[in-house]
Each structure stands twice: as structure tokens, then as C-alpha cells.
């Protein structure tokens, strides 16, 4: 039997709680979900690929269908998840600490560097409100960032801060993320480090 869910015009993280919930109702079910816009369908992609469901994606008529159906997660991505620790990074800002401007850049830019040099890594590194602008164009510390994404780490950007600030476009490392996934990413991580 398969599920339908219409998720078509709803709002984050809508999409990907409607998924999850008839993933729980129905976890041996093929899973079909419709949406209409990139962000919904990335976030419902991760959704499946993290439960382990093999997820197949159709568009038609400007519609996005995500098919999910149990299935292993591949190799490589096991030994990815592996080389990392269980914890994740919050950034809610696109400077470190308080006070001078120009000395908080200078942190934050040493900060991301070190973390390259640091292992394990950790899982995820999410950032929120301004704290966006460090993974869009322009940003001092995108090859590290990238470096980090490249090894695994989870690279996840509040899709809503960045519509407030216009940077959705710009977005060039890791992807856009929800609430909902965010807030699962870090009740799910042994510890979260916030700068």
C-alpha cells in the first residue's frame, strides 16, 4: 500500500512533519510525499535519507514527488557518520563574542579554521539568524566551511533567516534547513556548543 501526503503550499517545517508523522504510522509503507518548492523537497529528502528509506524524486508540472521506501544507507555515507562525534555547533551570529566588531570577524574566521584542524569533527554545524551569513557568498570562511562539509559535517542554514536577510540565493555551502530539523539536530546531539 502506499501513502499519499500533499504537502503542496504548506509552510516549513510542515512538509517534513507530515512525512515523518505517516513514516511512524506506516514505517513499512512506500511513502509518497508532493511538494512545491526545492527547499520542501530537500528537507523531506534528508528526512527520508536520515531514516534510512531509499528516496526516489519525480517532477512533474512544477511538482516535486518524493517516493521513500526502506532501505540501507550506502557505504560511504555509514563511514562519513562514523569519523564524526555526536555533537553539534550552533551559529547564531556572524561574529564571535561581544564587543568590538572587527575583533569578533577575526575570531570567528580563526575559530572556523581551527575546527579544521580539530577531529573528530562534529556532526552538524547549524547556523542561524545573522550567523547565516557566514555560508553565502562573499563569507571569509567558506573554504573551511567547505573543507568540513566535504568531510562529512552536516553544513545546515535557517531557511528563514536566510529569506530575512535576502541570502537564499546565496547560499554556497551546505543547505537549507528548517526548524523542525534543526531542533531535532540538536535535542538529538550529546552536547551543542553555541558561538
Known amino acids: 500500500m502506499t501513502v499519499k501526503i500533499d504537502a503542496r503550499g504548506l509552510a516549513c ?26 527547499a520542501a523537497k530537500e528537507n523531506v529528502k534528508r528526512l527520508g535519507e536520515k531514516l534510512k528509506f531509499s528516496v526516489q524524486i519525480t517532477e512533474a508540472d512544477g511538482d516535486f514527488y518524493l517516493s521513500l521506501t526502506k532501505g540501507d544507507l550506502c557505504r560511504s555515507a555509514v563511514e562519513a557518520v ?19 566588531e572587527e575583533l569578533g570577524k577575526i575570531l570567528v574566521k580563526s575559530y572556523f579554521y581551527a575546527l579544521t584542524e ?35 559535517v552536516e553544513i545546515l542554514s535557517c531557511g528563514t533567516c536566510l529569506d530575512y536577510y535576502g541570502l537564499k540565493d546565496k ?14 539536530k540538536m535535542n538529538e546531539a550529546s552536547k551543542v556548543i553555541r558561538i
Do not use: C
Not at 13 to 38: G, L, Y
Not at 82 to 100: H, P, T, Y
Not at 171 to 184: A, C, F, K, P
Open 13 to 38: 517545517p510542515a512538509p517534513v512533519i507530515r512525512t515523518k508523522d505517516a513514516i511512524e504510522k506506516s514505517p513499512e509503507e512506500e511513502i509518497i510525499t508532493i511538494v512545491d518548492n526545492e
Open 82 to 100: 562514523s569519523s564524526l562525534s555526536d555533537w553539534v555547533i550552533l551559529v547564531a551570529g556572524d561574529k564571535m563574542g561581544e564587543g568590538a
Open 118 to 152: 580539530a577531529k573528530p569533527y562534529s556532526q552538524a554545524i547549524i547556523f542561524v539568524n545573522s550567523g547565516v551569513r557566514l555560508t553565502t557568498e562573499g563569507s571569509e570562511v567558506l573554504e573551511n566551511l567547505e573543507k568540513l562539509h566535504d568531510e562529512g
Open 171 to 184: 547560499l554556497r555551502v551546505g543547505e537549507v534547513s528548517n526548524m523542525y530539523t534543526i531542533v531535532e
